[in-house]
T-cell receptor, first 111, second 118 residues
Framework: GQNIDQPTEMTATEGAIVQINCTYQ??????LFWYQQHAGEAPTFLSY????GLEEKGRFSSFLSRSKGYSYLLLKELQMKDSASYLC????????????FGAGTTVTVRA | GAVVSQHPSWVICKSGTSVKIECRSL??????MFWYRQFPKQSLMLMAT?????????EQGVEKDKFLINHASLTLSTLTVTSAHPEDSSFYIC??????????????FGEGSRLTVL
């Protein structure tokens, strides 16, 4: 089976930086995704990494190390609206596009 | 705007009845769609892969006869929960990969359907 681990909860202050780690052990690897999910809503795409290194997109950055089976999502200049669950997901197949998801990290941003 | 639309958003039904959930791709063709289920404070669990014009592929442990999937056109997949019971109450989400210039085939999700079985 697929094993994708991430912390359950994190709390940070508005304006701060938070790093959400994700480790994975999967039968294959064809890319790692980060999604944001607000309570009661569907997930929305944040980032995609398939090669080692850092991908930056505005206040959000995502890092991947394939040799270590490790990724992190970095959220800078936190805003209240960033309070949500952040899901790490791995695409394991080469020909299909289904994703295996971690349990999600609930980030709470405090004023 | 949304690229995948799901309907209904909320549904409450009596135990033993069947419920149909629709998932539509907007302005693009989706030969493949995925159906996920999410229980409170848990992650998304893949239920099945919906394939246009052929049978769905179910994940291990998912009952094919209980969760009927039909992908009759390139823009519509339906999930029917047959003879629903309270333990089927969950958040059901469909998704489809979108392939456009510079995209990665990331999944776009519908708005989700919250099913409550009384």
């Amino acid at each position: 089976g697929q094993n994708i681990d991430q912390p359950t909860e994190m709390t940070a202050t508005e304006g701060a930086i938070v790093q959400i780690n994700c480790t994975y052990q999967t039968s294959g690897f064809n890319g790692l995704f980060w999604y944001q999910q607000h309570a009661g809503e569907a997930p929305t795409f944040l980032s995609y990494n398939v090669l080692d290194g850092l991908e930056e997109k505005g206040r959000f950055s995502s890092f991947l190390s394939r040799s270590k089976g490790y990724s992190y999502l970095l959220l800078k200049e936190l805003q209240m609206k960033d309070s949500a669950s952040y899901l790490c997901a791995v695409r394991t197949g080469e020909d299909d596009y289904k994703l295996s998801f971690g349990a999600g990290t609930t980030v709470t941003v405090r004023a | 705007g949304a690229v995948v639309s799901q309907h209904p958003s909320w549904v409450i039904c009596k135990s033993g009845t069947s419920v149909k959930i629709e998932c539509r791709s907007l302005d693009f063709q989706a030969t493949t769609m995925f159906w996920y289920r999410q229980f409170p404070k848990q992650s998304l669990m893949l239920m099945a892969t919906s394939n246009e014009g052929s049978k769905a592929t179910y994940e291990q442990g998912v009952e094919k006869d209980k969760f009927l999937i039909n992908h009759a056109s390139l823009t519509l997949s339906t999930l029917t929960v047959t003879s629903a019971h309270p333990e089927d109450s969950s958040f059901y989400i469909c998704s489809a990969p979108l392939f456009i210039h510079r995209s990665t085939g990331e999944l776009f999700f519908g708005e989700g359907s919250r099913l409550t079985v009384l």
